[in-house]
């Protein structure tokens, strides 16, 4: 099972493939160039035009590197760390000085240095390597594993509540649906007491969702209507645990629950290019009066992408004046490297 001590993450090394890795290198690598820019100019008129000069040479050996890093990710993590980080460097200073004698060849510049050009692109890797490096410290496995725990304690208490008293209230009067129940409510058990550094599969956490709604139409009745509108996605995708249950939970709560007609719960899964999109709605009768109580799942699951997807995947919200929807969007990783 895919766990998150493979994450990118945390490892010291940075996952050259990943958005919010790609970001951080372009925004870091233009603020050395501002400041070397501020710190080469003797006037502030000429700053941002010192500065275009620069990025004109900095832009394309920075996109270059990126892309043959991005070549290289896996091989580099089978490396030592020590060793991955200096070839990093070598690449870095390398690209520099070949790039400096190819425009000195053509005569598109003059001064300066091959070495000098080499040692400044080498300290400039070795300055974001050392951020990456102090990142994957803070998101150790450890730490990043105690804080999913602690994200998904708070989870668990208001879904098997809630199911508990779906089955308190079937034992007398319909015993073997409440026996049946219970073998449900089991599952949720375990689904809340896994490891929640694991991946789960999609057709687990849709199989999830399927017995917490079905132990909720035992309470609700045919006030709960679920559509469920699944596409041509692979169903053994590896997905973080208890996306789906939350949301659905909100969903019953906040949009059935209160409506004495109840309504419908839509949930539409789809994978569009290399992402999974997942798409739980609900009618909004009544929903005001738990709309505070409806943002701890939807904040609790947006921490929880952040720590396992980085930037690469978002949540967003669709509030209109009868629907309310919350739509996920997964990056499609069928394993991840270690």
Same mark, same amino acid.
Request: glycine share 6%.
């Given at each position: ?13 940075p ?9 951080? %290198? ?6 050395? +160039? ?5 710190? !080469? ?5 000429g ?6 000069? *620069? ?20 091989? *580099? ?14 690449? +870095? ?10 425009? &000195? ?12 050009s ?14 990456? $490096? ?12 105690? &804080? ?5 304690? &708070? ?12 089955? *308190?209230s ?8 409440? $026996?049946?129940?219970? /073998? ?30 079905e ?6 009745g ?21 996306m ?13 629950e ?16 290399? /992402? ?41 919200? %669709? ?5 309310? !929807? %919350? ?12």
């Amino acid at each position: 099972m895919t766990s998150i001590r493979h994450f990118p993450a945390t490892h010291p090394l940075p996952d050259w493939r990943n958005f919010g890795v790609m970001l951080r %290198v372009l925004l870091g690598i233009n603020a050395l +160039a501002l400041l070397a820019a501020l710190v !080469q100019t003797s006037d502030l008129a000429g700053w941002l035009g010192h500065y275009v000069e *620069l990025a004109a040479i900095v832009e394309p050996l920075l996109l270059i590197a990126l892309g043959l890093l991005s070549l290289a990710r896996d091989l *580099l993590w089978r490396l030592p760390l020590r060793l991955g980080q200096a070839l990093v460097l070598a690449l +870095a200073g390398g690209l520099a000085a070949g790039f400096f004698l190819y425009t &000195r060849a053509l005569s598109l510049i003059e001064g300066s240095s091959g070495w000098r050009s080499a040692l400044l692109a080498m300290a400039a890797a070795a300055l974001l390597l050392g951020y990456f $490096e102090l990142r994957s410290r803070a998101f150790s496995p450890a730490q990043t594993e105690a &804080r999913l725990a602690a994200l998904n304690a &708070r989870i668990r208490p208001h879904f098997l509540f809630n199911s508990l008293n779906a089955v *308190l209230s079937l034992i007398r009067a319909r015993p073997q649906q409440a $026996e049946a129940a219970l /073998e449900a409510l089991s599952d949720l058990f375990r689904a809340a007491m896994r490891d929640p550094g694991e991946l789960v599969s999609l057709a687990d956490e849709i199989s999830l969702g399927k017995q917490y709604l079905e132990l909720e139409h035992l309470r609700l009745g045919d006030r709960l209507a679920v559509d469920w509108q699944i596409g041509a996605v692979s169903l053994d995708l590896p997905i973080p645990p208890l996306m789906l249950q939350p949301l659905l939970e909100n969903a019953v709560y906040h949009g059935i629950e209160p409506a004495p007609e109840g309504g419908t719960v839509q949930v539409v899964i789809a994978q569009r290019g290399d /992402e999974l999109h997942i798409a739980i709605a609900n009618p909004t009768a009544g929903q005001a009066q738990h709309a505070a109580g409806n943002q701890m799942a939807v904040a609790n699951i947006r921490e929880r992408l952040a720590l396992y997807y980085d930037l690469e995947a978002r949540l967003e919200i %669709v509030a209109g004046e009868n629907i309310y !929807q %919350v739509r996920i969007m997964l990056p499609c990783r069928r394993r991840v490297h270690p």
